[in-house]
Structure formats: structure tokens, C-alpha cells
């Protein structure tokens, strides 16, 4: 079993920046994938980023975060992060920390924990 849970969200100006934590506990292999998801007022559930534990390898869903969003983790703490700069308003969601095991980190199936979900808000 793994626990994820997630702080740091609120809510910022655009142009603003936050910092999103996921502390983890529970069976570290079940847990070598990490990845933040996000889901938009109205819309469905997306991926933003996701790591590779092991080796702390990145990937980015989508171009439109690329370069304002930024994966990494603390091992000692068990922590993963998503540092959030330059927010637009589209980028307005309840962002989830999630985990899986396995390899194919940047595939969006197969991650079965979930945190409780966090509420950005970017305002114009």
C-alpha cells in the first residue's frame, strides 16, 4: 500500500508561482513511478509530470507547461514537487499526486494510488 498527500496548493495572481509537495509512504517499489495530474474546472483528469524515482528521470505531458513547470523529489523526505511558475489562469485545477509501479512512468494508465488532490487557483 502507498499514502500520498499533497500541500501547497492556494491561490496566486497570474504570473505568480507555487509549490506543490507529495510526501509518499508505503511499499517504495509500488511507488518508483510518480506523477502529477491534474483536473481543470469542468474537464477531465490530465497529466502534467511525472518522475522516475529511481533515477530521477523527468517527462512533461504537455508543451503548454514545458518550461513553467517543474518535477523533483527529495528521497531523503520521500517527497516529490512541482514547482509552478509563470501561472495562467487555465492552469486553474485540483492537482493530484499519484504513483504506480513498474516502468513507463510517462504513460498516464496504470497509477493506482492517489493523494487527496490539492485546489490551484490562478486568477487574471
Known amino acids: 500500500q502507498v499514502q500520498l498527500v499533497e500541500s501547497g496548493g492556494g491561490s496566486v495572481q497570474a504570473g505568480g508561482s507555487l509549490r506543490l509537495s507529495c510526501t509518499a509512504s508505503g511499499n517504495t517499489y509500488s511507488r518508483n513511478c510518480m506523477g502529477w495530474f491534474r483536473q481543470p474546472p469542468g474537464k477531465e483528469r490530465e497529466g502534467v509530470a511525472y518522475i522516475y524515482t529511481g533515477a530521477g528521470i523527468t517527462y512533461y505531458a504537455d508543451s503548454a507547461v514545458k518550461g513553467r513547470f517543474t518535477i523533483s523529489q527529495n528521497n531523503a523526505k520521500n517527497t516529490v514537487y512541482l514547482q509552478m511558475n509563470s501561472l495562467k489562469p487555465e492552469d486553474t485545477a485540483v492537482y493530484y499526486c499519484?504513483?504506480?509501479?513498474?516502468?513507463?512512468?510517462?504513460?498516464?494508465?496504470?497509477?493506482?494510488?492517489w493523494g487527496q488532490g490539492t485546489q490551484v487557483t490562478v486568477s487574471s
Open positions: 499519484a504513483a504506480k509501479a513498474g516502468y513507463g512512468c510517462y504513460s498516464e494508465s496504470g497509477y493506482n494510488y
